[in-house]
């Protein structure tokens, strides 16, 4: 029996029902992982929490979305769409529409162990922040048929929730391009919906100045270095630079590794402008500092 004829069968009786619902990880709450909505043309609907990030997998009809009263998306059938926390999302039903919500907080954001959804900030520019649909392929299309089978026979452990998100997001790191994957998650990568010194961490060795970070974390420069300044107590282009100058120091302690390389991987746009950089915040150029302190030599697998 395939996916779909489990779904599409009439729904089986949950065994030990009691047990199940009164168990302290049955979700009860709508605005936790995965609900299932049906709705008819011309209804209006809002998101349950503001708090919580959400994907619709629309698989069956249209709908329009807004986004904070200024950017009117339409979502068609067989496509997602992300909403990033904080948004002010309201929607309208186009055509009678199936879909599938999933929410989730900023915790649950890899797509694997080994990627996160940072990784992708090299595919999309500033301007492409706003929120847009990618398609629901055939793979993610079973992940949604079995959550619909389960939630259909009353089975919503937060477990199993866990559990298909991250089978939700294997699908997109495995199945879908990184472009795409860039394109659903852009809201997040650029909002401001990681708090500041999460994101700082994250992104600071990825852009060459506090301006770019700014401009990363979508709020002007000035609105920025303030609340940069509550968070780290120090100007941001003071922090970034003491930062990236000790982990110029840690590479430089190791004989081996060719100053370009080193140049390169702090985005410097030469040796020349590396050496300057280095000077300036050492008061030795980074020769002199290797020489008084390289010692370290990578030994190979």
Not at 23 to 36: A, D, H, L, P, Q
């Amino acid at each position: 029996m395939s996916t779909n004829d489990l779904v599409t069968a009439k729904p089986m009786k949950l065994l030990y029902g009691q047990e199940h619902l009164s168990c302290v990880n049955y979700v009860t709450k709508k605005s936790i992982g995965f609900s299932i909505h049906m709705l008819l043309k011309g209804d209006e609907f809002a998101l349950p929490d503001k708090s919580e990030n959400y994907i619709v997998f629309l698989t069956s009809g249209k709908l329009e979305l807004n986004f904070n009263k200024v950017d009117v998306k339409e979502l068609n059938a067989e496509e997602m769409i992300l909403i990033p926390v904080k948004s002010e999302v309201t929607g309208r039903v186009l055509e009678n529409s199936y879909f599938i919500l999933l929410a989730f907080d900023n915790k649950h954001l890899h797509l694997c162990n080994k990627f996160s959804i940072d990784d992708l900030l090299s595919f999309i520019t500033p301007e492409d922040c706003s929120a847009k649909p990618i398609p629901i392929y055939p793979p993610m299309q079973m992940v949604l048929d079995s959550i619909k089978f389960f939630l259909s026979n009353n089975i919503s452990c937060i477990n199993l929730h866990e559990i298909k998100q991250k089978e939700a997001f294997l699908i997109l790191r495995t199945f879908y391009t990184k472009e795409e994957n860039a394109s659903l998650f852009a809201p997040l990568l650029h909002g401001n919906s990681v708090n500041l010194p999460e994101f700082v961490r994250m992104n600071y060795l990825k852009v060459r100045t506090a301006e770019e970070l700014a401009k990363r974390y979508d709020l002007n420069f000035e609105e920025f270095t303030r609340s940069f300044i509550e968070a780290f107590g120090v100007d941001p282009q003071k922090w970034m630079n003491k930062r990236k100058t000790e982990m110029i120091c840690a590479d430089l302690k190791v004989a081996d590794i060719p100053m370009e390389n080193i140049s390169k991987k702090f985005l410097f746009e030469s040796v020349e402008e590396f050496n300057n950089f280095f000077i300036r915040n050492t008061g030795k150029t980074p020769v002199e500092y290797r020489n008084q302190n390289g010692s370290v030599v990578m030994k190979e697998n």
